[in-house]
């Protein structure tokens, strides 16, 4: 079905883009308590291992959106558009991987 011209399109998370927000919501307030364990001269290992809290709980975000995206708008697109949309979701898996 058409969007109308004055609507966000929908996307593979918009059922849960309440809880997605609240998750990344989080995370901010992650990352500023480990700007706030660096202020306070926090020890090496303690900010490190925050860090790497921060990045799993990324990472969390990340893998649910990949496979919102799968369910939606690769398995939902129109045939003539499921290889284009299979490429770019393997391009986004490589660049995920990539990191680090």
Do not use: F, W
């Not at 996307?11 to 990352?31: C, D, F, M, N, P």
């Not at 799968?70 to 990191?99: N, P, S, Y």
Request: hydrophobic share 40%; net charge negative; charged share 25%.
């Amino acid at each position: 079905m058409p969007s109308a011209p004055n609507s966000a399109p929908t996307r593979g998370y918009s059922a849960t883009k309440g809880q997605l927000l609240t998750r990344l919501k989080r995370i901010e307030g992650q990352v500023r308590g480990v700007e706030g364990m660096v202020e306070d001269d926090r020890y090496c290992i303690d900010v490190l291992t925050q860090i790497s809290a921060v990045q799993a709980a990324l990472d969390k975000v990340a893998l649910g959106l990949l496979d919102q995206h799968a369910q939606h708008c690769v398995v939902g697109a129109a045939d003539a558009d499921k290889e284009e949309k299979t490429e770019e979701l393997m391009a986004a898996v490589g660049r995920l991987m990539r990191r680090g």
